[in-house]
């Protein structure tokens, strides 16, 4: 990828950046009558935050520290939105007493979490990304227990042998008419030494009905991935997925459901693939910097020193 897009000087986290002086007029400043309010300020720090990619909250927040400079503001909003960003990127946890995503499904209260598979809550704190206060918490819906440990075995299984640190879980819920299985799927790859970092993460629901003999799946399946040396390029991929699981045993059942998983997965990453070759050979095309004859790079660095000899003026 290095080779495919021009280069420019590096963007911040927050994605203020610049792509040099010969493109862009010098900078002016801007009339004290036009200044945001420290108001405007804060709205602009909240619609950055919660774009900040995931496992990049801190630089995008330490980013927005030195433009925003205003501690006392930058600290009303950060452990809210920070505690978001885990929720929603389904950060895990792994300690020797849970192993679980942070999702709102398994928040009980401000700040703590349930592990269901373990039966243990915890308190978690976002800025230091510690667990503490372990608890024990048992499942009073035994039924309900056997159809989650079952749909989290299955899954389990497939998720450690696709998922390069994936970690799932999976939470019940219980209304007045059904109750509602939660999977939840989580697999990274963070690389910022190599200047790029990667998300997979999905989310699932599978309601059963006493009386019915199908239980209806829906899910979503997020991925993001973000490269940002000497530039900003994001992508950004969603797919919506329904369908129909017969209800037979638990465990038949689950692994019905992790087929289906299976499935949408490896038709979202051949559709990805596909569509990179497509972009390669026409949109990324565009971007890249044509070659001179003698098919090699230019050292434009040693071009700038390089010693200027004056050819004789012709008489």
Known sequence: MKSCFPRCNRTSRAGVGHLGSSSLAPMQRMPKSHLLTREEKLQVMRNLLKQAP??????????????????????????????????????????????????????????????????????????????????????????????????????????SSHYAEGLCSVFIKDTAVRKILVACIEGHLNRPSAFWNGLWKSEWTVGLTPTSTSAQVTGTIDVHAHYFEDGNIHLTVCKEVSGTLPITSEAQTAQDFVKLVEKADNQLQAGLAEEYQKMNDSHLKAFRRQLPITHSTIDWEKMVTARIVEAPAVR
């Open 54 to 159: 995931p496992e990049e909250f801190n630089e995008v927040f330490n980013d927005l520290r030195l433009l925003v400079d205003d501690d006392s503001l930058m600290s009303r909003e950060a452990a809210c939105l920070w505690a978001l960003h885990n929720k929603v990127y389904f950060t895990p946890v792994r300690e020797e007493e849970c192993e679980v995503l942070l999702t709102r499904h398994n928040e009980l209260q401000e700040n703590r979490f349930l592990d269901p598979q373990k039966q243990v809550s915890f308190k978690f704190d976002h800025l230091r990304k510690q667990a503490s206060d372990f608890q024990a918490h048992a499942q009073e819906d035994k039924k309900g227990e056997m159809w989650r440990r079952a749909l989290y075995e299955a899954l389990n299984v497939y998720v």
